[in-house]
């Protein structure tokens, strides 16, 4: 899945600075008038001043889109700017107050008073912003993790491209020069694979995106590279391409981007806009604090009933692979013996499951405390945590065990583009009834090509419903 950001960002940062237009004119109309909200004028009222300087600000940001490189502006760039608006904020405001013959009711000082405190103002909010906003990121939201393939010749400039326009949510992981296969490092970067291994370095590594630069004057190469970017796109990997247009079986979208100066097409199965990925965190922020509160009584209840009946932890904790690589630690109420494990490879031969997940109706492992919550999905509350964490969310992909991970091939990798999720669609459509691991993959890659907000919402009513019923 691609995440397009910048729309919601630009959105946020407007509003910001609509903010400060306000508070910047009432503490210059306090300096100038002794006055928060009224001006001493009977032509002029300050609701009137205030219209004109937000509209002029929410013109020119509809118009130019002010604040489309906030991120990676340093300090001096981002004082020109803002004085810069300012500057023209005043200038659109002179401009009405004269076309409105206003401008006799009007306080020059208190105008140029406003410029002065709103630059002061606007720029201190902004690298406040700057300064908070990546470790606010990094709590809630992953950092995407970008691999690069350039062949020499636009190595160093789409390098230099990544820096000046990447921010603090992207993070170059490594890099492959295909016509330098014996370098270790490139511009201190490590060279993580050759061109043979990369499909496989790109299934067992942890990455989301990968950016291809190549010569397509070498067709031999060119075709190498064809092949191999097939085998990402059945992974799932967002791919941004430097120059063709190549059609790829197993994508949905393709997208025209601009990385600096370079632009690229981009390959994904899902396209969404950074306000719809915000709004499903939000759902899960909000999901995962009541889940955990009911976690905290079930395992109060449960707690001592686990105990008695079989000696040992009442979490059960598990490593899982989630989105696009990422091991966590998934918890669960413990509904199994503590030899659970260790009995699984004498019982692979009654496995339920064609494919490559194991299911046993009739489990020997599961406790009678175990029956009872697996049907009743109890067990999988601790999961509330590891959504609150932002390694899970309420709808999503089951995350495999490394020992299924290690058994995928580039398609089923595919299924783990997606955060992985409490509950699915094949979760809601019948699971005790299906078993076929192909079939799982199916319903799981039908779910991210067709995920929405509403989808997610259908899914966790159908989720309440299955539960209650026991199905």
Known sequence: ????????????????????????????????????????????????????????????????????????????????????????????????????????????????????????????????????????????????????????????????????????????????????????????????????????????????????????????????????????????????????????????????????????????SQITSMGQVVLKRLMDILGGLVGCVFAIILFMVLGPIIKLQSPGPIIFKQKRVGRNGRVFNMYKFRSMYVDAEERKKDLMMQNEMNGLMFKMVNDPRITPIGRFMRRTSLDEFPQFYNILCGEMSLVGTRPPTLDEFNKYNYSHKKRLSFRPGLTGLWQVSGRNEITDFDEIVRLDVEYIDNWTILLDIKILFKTIGVAFTGR
């Open 1 to 268: 899945m691609y995440q397009r950001k910048s729309d919601v960002q630009d959105v946020f940062l407007m509003f910001i600075d609509l903010i400060c237009v306000t508070a910047g004119l009432a503490i210059a109309n306090y300096i100038r008038h002794g006055n928060v909200f009224s001006l001493p004028y009977r032509e002029l009222r300050f609701a009137y001043l205030w219209g004109m300087c937000e509209g002029v600000i929410l013109l020119m940001n509809l118009m130019f889109r002010l604040n489309r490189d906030f991120y990676i502006r340093g300090l001096f760039r981002e004082f020109l700017v803002v004085f810069g608006n300012n500057l023209a904020i005043l200038t659109g405001v002179t401009f009405i107050l004269y076309f409105l013959k206003l401008s006799e009711s009007s306080s020059r000082l208190m105008l140029l008073l406003f410029v002065g405190v709103d630059t002061v103002l606007m720029l201190l909010v902004h690298q406040i912003i700057k300064l908070f906003l990546p470790r606010i990121y990094s709590r809630f939201l992953d950092r995407t993790r970008i691999l690069l393939v350039a062949d020499q010749v636009y190595a160093n400039s789409v390098l230099t491209d990544i820096k000046i326009s990447s921010d603090f949510s992207e993070e170059l992981i490594g890099i492959v020069v295909p016509d330098r296969p014996d370098l270790t490092e490139y511009q201190g970067i490590s060279v993580v694979s050759d061109m043979k291994h990369l499909a496989e370095y790109c299934k067992n590594g942890s990455l989301d995106e990968i950016i291809i630069a190549i010569d397509e004057h070498n067709r031999e190469r060119a075709g190498q590279i064809r092949h191999i970017m097939e085998d990402l796109a059945q992974m799932g990997l967002v791919i941004h391409y430097r120059i063709d247009l190549p059609d790829l079986n197993g994508t949905r979208h393709k997208i025209l981007l601009k990385k600096g100066r370079m632009y690229t097409v981009t390959y994904a």
